[in-house]
């Protein structure tokens, strides 16, 4: 079914706030993904007009070799239903379906200059980290980012921690494109529901959950329970602390803010007690902290399945989620040829 928001909106309805936002297919999703983005996408897809996209051609600047591509689409499709996105209320659909991302990419690519984009920390990480294949497009990510996000001339982009470099230079490159062309696009603002950006730790302590770094410190969705055991038990722990009250060190802190993501109220503030009165011993908040977890993944991993096996379902899904999206993208594109002067005719 598709829904076309315009025509469902009463008039004298306030217009819904546009919302955008996408994830990679580059490997199983994991709780960075869920609690920095989907966690959002399903509380927003009540009241925003939102567009969600797997990130196929971002994913392409570092996995260039597509064997696992389909898979990995269809795996971020799966996820992101499992955990509860409704592809009838959003459009869920892929960033390669719908091609006038890549004409929004090639105007804005002549607003974005050299020198800020190769400041961009993303950039120099990932340079760092594969330096046979620092491609051009690995240099304008942030562009296609851009484009993506202001296809939709969305104004909330519900995004963990990591990308607000990347919204800031979206904001950049979406006010030049207005000074230059005249007002086209909002500005726009990740969004947490006016709380911090999030940013879900590593097991490690070391830098953030990821798709692909350190798989034994990344807790994914589709871990079995005894896999997330082993995971939790083995976070970075010390003998604990010697004096009432005393800060936490960053592999604690982790902990503890991974105990808020999942576990109770009482749960928390009985760790933090122990902690501040120094009986704490971590043996046990790493067991509940483990149990907890496990309720949490268990449910979504068991959906997923089923909905893997659905094919014919998630081809209907892209291509309704690419019908809404395509709509959308047409009007905005219109605006944007007659701003910048495309029109001979
Ligand atoms: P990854 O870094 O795992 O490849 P993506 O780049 O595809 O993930 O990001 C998809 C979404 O998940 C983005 O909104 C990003 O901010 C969010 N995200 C990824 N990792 C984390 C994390 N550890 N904590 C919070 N949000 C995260």
Redesign the pocket.
Known sequence: MTIDFHYLRHPMEKKKEIVM?G??P?GFL?L??Y???IRNYVKMQEEFECYFMV?DLHSLTTHPDTKELKANVHRVLAENIACGLDPDKVALYCQSHVHETAELYLYLNMLAYKGELEKTTTFKDKVRLNPQNVNAGLLTYPVLMTADIILHRASYVP?????EQHLEMARTFANRFNHRYGEVFPEPQAFNFNQEL???PSLDGAG?????ENQMATLYLADEDEMIRKKVMKAKTDSGPTEPDSPKPDYIENIFLLMKLVSSADVMQKFEADYNNCSIRYGDMKKQLAEDMVQFIAPIRNNVDAILNDEKGLKQIMEQGAEKANKSAHTTMKLVREAIGLKYY
């Open positions: 936002s994830i990679r580059t994991h960075g993904n609690f920095g983005a990130a995004v963990g921690k990591d990308q999030i940013k879900v953030k959950m990821s798709k692909s």
